[in-house]
Nanobody
Framework: VQLQASGGGLAQAGGSLRLSCAAS????????GGWYRQAPGKERELVAR???????NYADSVKGRFIISRDNVRNTMFLQMNSLKPEDTAVYYC?????????WGKGTQVTVSS
């Protein structure tokens, strides 16, 4: 299974961006998935996760602003990011698990200007 993230870019504070992660198989429907981010000089951190059953959880820093979802037909996971803040600036990665191992998409840069 391969994951491919897209949708990053430049946004102003208060704006919105939508990230997509396309999978080559039904990994998100079966095993769920997550979005992580890594800012310069910081460790990679979990932003949001969705389980195979559809339950979601979020980092406190993005609760109420970001929404994780998926389209089982298109094998795609999304991250809708609203009310963006400069501190959301990071490289965002999508992740899932297949055959017991983690699969990661290439990162997509999100830059939020103040």
């Amino acid at each position: 299974v391969q994951l491919q993230a897209s949708g990053g870019g430049l946004a102003q504070a208060g704006g919105s961006l939508r990230l997509s992660c396309a999978a080559s198989g039904s990994v998100f429907r079966i095993n769920g998935g997550g979005w992580y981010r890594q800012a310069p000089g910081k460790e990679r951190e979990l932003v949001a996760r969705i389980t195979g059953g559809g339950s979601t959880n979020y980092a406190d820093s993005v609760k109420g602003r970001f929404i994780i979802s998926r389209d089982n037909v298109r094998n795609t996971m999304f991250l809708q990011m609203n009310s963006l803040k400069p501190e959301d600036t990071a490289v965002y990665y999508c992740q899932s698990t297949w055959n017991g191992s983690d699969r990661w998409g290439k990162g997509t840069q999100v830059t939020v200007s103040s």
